[in-house]
């Protein structure tokens, strides 16, 4: 008896230990890499289907659309495989390792255009090599989500890890920003189609080479005890009963719904409504610090609520004001207060950043606590898909309006399409992150009850680990 006790008294040191800096640069460097691929998808994909491979923007807005069906397929079935690995690297560190080659090769295929094809043909090809970037992202990114969760239960310590992912993805979201035009213009020598080509190639092996840093330097550390196969119903079923978690899938639906439709408005912004294409990339310039800063700051505001949801509520409160003050200036009668308030949207943004991921390794214990059912990969496919449901409401409904308000490449717009852009940039996402900070408001797992349902599930592990109580969670009062 007393060697189970020493034995299980070191499992519950291990997983409450903090893991070493470089580890936590490494994971924070896998979000980093993810951006390689993601954002330049977001950015930038929607511009290049519409203004240099000849896709009309219905077909645009339709496979955004189209397209949330196969999400809501593949993430729940990846979450759950990822849930049941088993390898001597762990349960999500295995796909970290092989699936970001794949995803890169595919990336490549999505930024090949074929302007010359008839219009089938390019929707054909658009509808098939997006469909599979988006499998093959989702194989590296909802195992990447969930290591976080993996690597420590200390809740301050999962808040620096999620603080390096934050910053290491501002960083590089930056970057791409800054670099990106500039790039495919060096690249492309006045053809664009190979301009994209190349900065794909050149972003994919980024995001590969991020990954394996990431797998070589985690480790997994929360032990899962082994059990019968959960059935899908049961999952379910656990996670409705999961309030908090469910508090934070409407917010990364919101998240993906104002962060995706914003990044494909942006360079139509600069390119129609300021008329410079060239000003996205000095725009992006005047936020990568604030962006880097905002983000470095969670843990401090974090310290002052005690509670992640109130602190992304406070962020996306400050940053849905500062968007919406935007729309009253602009590049060349107002530059002064318009790259001011931009400047603070994204400072706050990066702050908002890292609370709405580091809110999700909570909820997974929580509704063990509630449930006795740990699914993590499970539930962080379902924040993925929320978050991808709102990238293709965003980034759908954008093209769609665009398109029945007579948007026509690369000409002069008229001034419905203007105002809809500058609304998209401006007062829509402002509005948007206001009614986020609201949602988040009614987060109720703070620092202190946190605490207490980790001792009780490290305990009630020690008593019986074979235990799945059908309905706990009646023991702890939680904190208003």
């Known amino acids: 008896m007393k060697t189970e006790t020493i034995a299980y008294d070191d499992v519950v040191k291990k997983e409450n230990s903090t893991p070493s800096l470089t580890s936590i640069i490494a994971y924070g460097l896998g979000d980093g890499g993810n951006n390689f691929?993601?954002?330049?998808?977001?950015?930038?994909?929607?511009?290049?289907?519409t203004d240099v491979f000849g896709i009309s923007m219905a077909a645009v807005s339709i496979l955004m659309f189209v397209s949330r069906f196969w999400d809501a397929i593949n993430d729940p079935i990846i979450g759950t495989l990822s849930d049941k690995t088993r390898t001597r690297w762990g349960r999500y560190r295995p796909w970290i390792l092989i699936a970001p080659t794949v995803t890169a090769i595919v990336l490549l295929l999505t930024f090949w255009a074929h302007p010359d094809w008839s219009d089938t043909s390019k929707i054909v090809y658009m509808s098939v090599t997006y469909c599979i970037l988006v499998l093959a992202y989702t194989c590296v990114n909802i195992p990447y989500g969930t290591l976080g969760g993996a690597m420590t239960q200390n809740i301050d310590a999962r808040a620096r890890i999620n603080t390096s992912r934050s910053v290491c993805a501002m960083i590089c979201i930056g970057i791409i920003n800054v670099v990106t035009i500039p790039l495919i213009n060096k690249l492309g020598a006045d053809d664009p189609k190979q301009g994209y080509l190349l900065t794909a190639l050149i972003y994919g092996l980024i995001f590969v080479g991020c990954h394996m840093f990431c797998f070589a330097k985690t480790r997994e550390v929360v032990e899962i005890p082994k059990k019968a196969s959960i059935p899908l119903k049961t999952n379910l079923r656990a996670v409705l009963?999961?309030?908090?978690?469910?508090?934070?899938?409407?917010?990364?639906?919101?998240f993906g719904l104002i962060l995706y439709g914003r990044s494909a408005d942006q360079v139509y912004y600069f390119k129609y409504v300021e008329g410079d294409e060239s000003l996205f990339t000095f725009f992006?310039?005047?936020?990568?610090?604030?962006?880097?800063?905002?983000?470095?700051?969670?843990?401090?505001v974090f310290r002052w609520t005690k509670n992640k949801g109130w602190t992304g509520a406070v962020?996306?409160?400050?940053?849905?004001?500062?968007?919406?003050?935007i729309y009253f200036f602009d590049h060349h009668t107002s530059?002064?207060?318009?790259?001011?308030f931009c400047i603070l949207a994204q400072f706050f943004f990066s702050g908002f950043n890292t609370a709405i991921y580091a809110i999700i390794p909570d909820c997974v214990e929580y509704g063990e606590w509630k449930t006795g059912i740990r699914n993590d990969g499970f539930q962080y496919s379902f924040v993925s898909l929320g978050n991808k449901v709102g990238m293709a409401i965003g980034t759908g409904a954008l093209a769609l309006v665009l398109g029945a308000a007579g948007y026509v490449p690369n000409e002069v717009q008229n001034p419905t399409v203007i105002a809809i852009i500058k609304w998209s940039f401006t007062i829509i996402p402002g509005a948007l992150w206001v009614l986020t900070a609201g949602v988040l408001m009614f987060y109720n797992i703070n620092k202190k009850n946190y605490n207490k349902i980790i001792t009780e599930l490290h305990q009630r592990e020690a008593d019986d680990p074979d235990m799945i109580p059908s309905e706990s969670g009646e023991s702890i009062a939680f904190d208003k």
Do not use: E
Request: hydrophobic share 60%; with cysteine.
């Open 37 to 49: 691929s993601w954002m330049f998808v977001g950015n930038f994909l929607m511009i290049f289907y």
């Open 241 to 254: 009963k999961n309030r908090p978690y469910l508090l934070a899938l409407a917010a990364q639906l919101l």
């Open 284 to 300: 992006a310039i005047t936020i990568i610090l604030p962006s880097i800063v905002g983000a470095s700051l969670f843990p401090l």
């Open 315 to 325: 962020f996306s409160l400050l940053m849905g004001l500062s968007m919406c003050m």
């Open 335 to 340: 530059p002064v207060p318009f790259y001011t």
